[in-house]
């Protein structure tokens, strides 16, 4: 029998910390929040925050908490609204540079580290590995791990839900996960392949251990009650099919894509997007438009496919990713392997730039 039915807000972990600023030491606390059904069911772990900027996924979770009522649920939900708890405290997507001295820390996409935690040895490693050690303690626990993430301003993108399919989840777990997008009553499923980048994201890593996991993408950029009611629906919905909760999912007919591919200014200037979320793009059409004293550039798409998001930032530098492109053919291997080097080549290429042009911004 499951422990008594009611909700409870519980601690996970502390971190006591040196401000600089502030010159103290504060306490900063990760939390999950437990809805214990009053039938016996599975424990599902729903997860948001690991990007601290992604305010609609993390009212998503914090909503579902409110809405959940203890007696129509079967089982336990655990709900972490904000995994990286020090990057949603500064509106940030990965661990900033911090005023806050102790541990080690140093600027990471805590969604890219679930593969270097250590459950055998304990947390190790800067902050934001020490955090996703503890969630990810949590997760292997679980009969299923839910995702949460959304575009940041200012970006958009279509409503999606993702899957890896990797063979070494093995049989039992791809099918669940394959239940679980099916009756999701998300449009677009993007069935990411081994290789794609980001191995080290949480459901990629969770399914390793048993737990089936997807990730769930709605909205964002231009956050509305709208946007967050529809992701309250699909939560309901992959609860439903996970049997948390009594009732049949709702359905949409789906339109399945095989990989994702980013697309990068090759110039520094001013951004305009000519192709919005959604919308279907043949290799070599204009996806953008960047203007600077040399004139206008457009930003081709290298491939077929959809639009699956838009960065609609003002200003790009080159190597700034303004889009990505959902596929339906998967990479090969050294195909990946080439894009993942392109990829890191272009990030420090426009963070270099970004961060020349802050210095002289400051002159």
């Not at 020090?86 to 001295?101: H, I």
């Not at 798409?301 to 930032?313: K, N, T």
Request: hydrophobic content about 35%; overall charge negative; glycine content about 8%.
């Amino acid at each position: 029998m499951p422990d008594e039915a009611g909700k409870e807000e519980k601690t996970i972990v502390s971190f006591k910390v040196w401000n600089k600023e502030k010159e103290e030491t504060e306490l900063h606390a990760l939390k999950r929040y437990v809805v214990e059904g009053k039938r016996n069911g599975p424990h599902v772990v729903v997860n948001a925050g690991s990007h601290g900027d992604e305010f609609l996924a993390i009212d998503a979770a914090k909503e579902l908490y409110e809405r959940l009522e203890p007696e129509k649920v079967n089982g336990r939900v655990s709900i972490i609204p904000e995994a990286n708890i020090f990057a949603a405290l500064k509106n940030k997507r990965e661990t900033p540079e911090p005023e806050f001295e102790l541990y080690e820390s140093e600027e990471r996409n805590m969604n890219r580290c679930f593969d270097s935690v250590d459950l055998v040895d304990g947390p190790d490693g800067n902050i934001t590995e020490r955090l996703a050690y503890h969630v990810l303690k949590l997760v292997v626990k679980a009969d299923y791990c839910f995702d949460l993430h959304t575009a940041t301003a200012p970006g958009y993108k279509i409503d999606q839900i993702r899957g890896k399919t990797n063979p070494e989840f093995g049989k039992d777990v791809l099918q669940v996960q394959e239940r679980l997008i099916r009756n999701s009553g998300v449009e677009y499923v993007i069935k990411t392949p081994p290789q794609y980048i980001g191995e080290g994201v949480l459901a990629g890593v969770a399914p390793l251990h048993g737990v089936p996991a997807v990730t769930v993408e709605i909205g964002g950029g231009a956050y509305s009650e709208e946007e967050l009611e529809r992701y309250v629906t699909v939560l309901m919905n992959l609860m439903k099919e996970a049997g948390s909760l009594y009732g049949e999912p709702d359905t949409v007919k789906q339109k399945i894509y095989r990989d994702l591919e980013e697309v990068w200014a090759s110039t520094a200037g001013m951004y305009e997007p000519v192709k919005e979320p959604g919308e279907a793009v043949r290799k070599g059409e204009a996806l953008g438009v960047v203007t600077n004293e040399r004139g206008e550039h457009e930003v081709e798409s290298p491939f077929d496919g959809l639009v699956e998001s838009v960065h609609r930032q003002d200003w790009v530098n080159e190597g700034t990713r303004v889009s990505y492109i959902a596929i339906k053919q998967e990479r090969t291997f050294l195909e990946a392997v080439a894009d993942a080097f392109r990829r890191l080549l272009r990030s420090y290429t426009a963070r270099k730039a970004t961060r020349e042009r802050e210095g002289l911004l400051k002159l």
